[in-house]
């Protein structure tokens, strides 16, 4: 008999949204203002080097330009400075999409009665900063981020605390990651239903399992019928 | 004889860029977000209470809204908090423009060969990404912040950067501003002409008397003829 799915927890970059699509486009802006700007340097080897530094620092890194800049130039040009910072929030804001058919699967979802959450390791404003600029920050009354567990997945705190929020039980529960180590091994392990999101970009290996795997967001309503 | 004007140098904010309305579309985008976001209040009120914490604070405070926030809900709601820097965010990329004939005004300025420049108080960055912002950055070879001297307007000292950056006598200078105790004060006394910019919206006491005041950007070309 299959089990009743009554809750839908997602991941949110690569699973709600294509960040890295989304940060490949607001570099390549920021690289473009700076040659624009007076920075003498190839836009292929400007994007290696950032992308370079985001690896050493991490995708959030504030001060990517300010390290750049310093690692191309020397003292950096201030004006080619603001280029860059310019041209990178004009992207952050305007170019943060969630992926094809994300808004009217949720909907549909939601027409079903299905309850909807978000389980992340973002901390809490950064979270609802994407769900914002996403649009999407009434659809979810659940947000679980790493501030209300202090724990990362894939340790079970926050996907126990997601279950209890909505008052369901684990295995009436789907999670819908991109990364099977830490989304999949994760949800499995407290009792939800998994589906892994292929179009994330993520390598798929099955060392876990997944009970779903989907290539296009709307697949999501072929599984909750 | 009329003196010959060689460079013109120009103050930032209400005088390239009308900031008072830019921030008050910012702060209305973001009373609109908050309130959309759930948070139970007057949109006239939230204003009010917004340009108090400005008054207060500065104008470029950061955290204006958790402390309006915390005013209003006690813990500031993450979700309400985020909608707000959000729709701030939006607005700031979106509607900072500078006042109608400016742009124009500069290129015929540039193709008489009158040297153009800025001299503002804003810290270097700060003014740098200004002018990004405004895609103004190509405009102006000389930008005078306040990181190059140290001292305000109306000290003499980022006056007489300017025109020695620009290769010119002070008398060949005219400095436009929308502040007479400031700009017009200071650039009189290093011996630049002056220009009060009424449309800034400044109160003009003529306590201090300004060689020329012009009610719309494209005057300035009367000014130099």
Redo the contacts between chains.
Sequence with gaps: MPRKIRAVFFDLDNTLVDFLRFKRMCLEGSVE?MID?GLKIEKDEALRKLYELYEKYGMEYKHIFDDFLRETMGEPD??I???A???Y??R???FLEPYPHVIPTLLELMRKGIKLGIITDAP??K???R???LKL??FFKI?VTLDDTGKRKPSPEPFLLGIELAGVKPRECLYVGDREEIDIFGAKKVGMLTCFAKYGGAEYKETVVSDYVIEDFEELLEIIK
């Design positions: 203002a700007a201030p004006k400075l603001a280029a910072i310019v041209a929030r004009q952050r804001i305007s809490k404003l979270a609802w900063l769900l914002c600029t920050h009434h947000v």
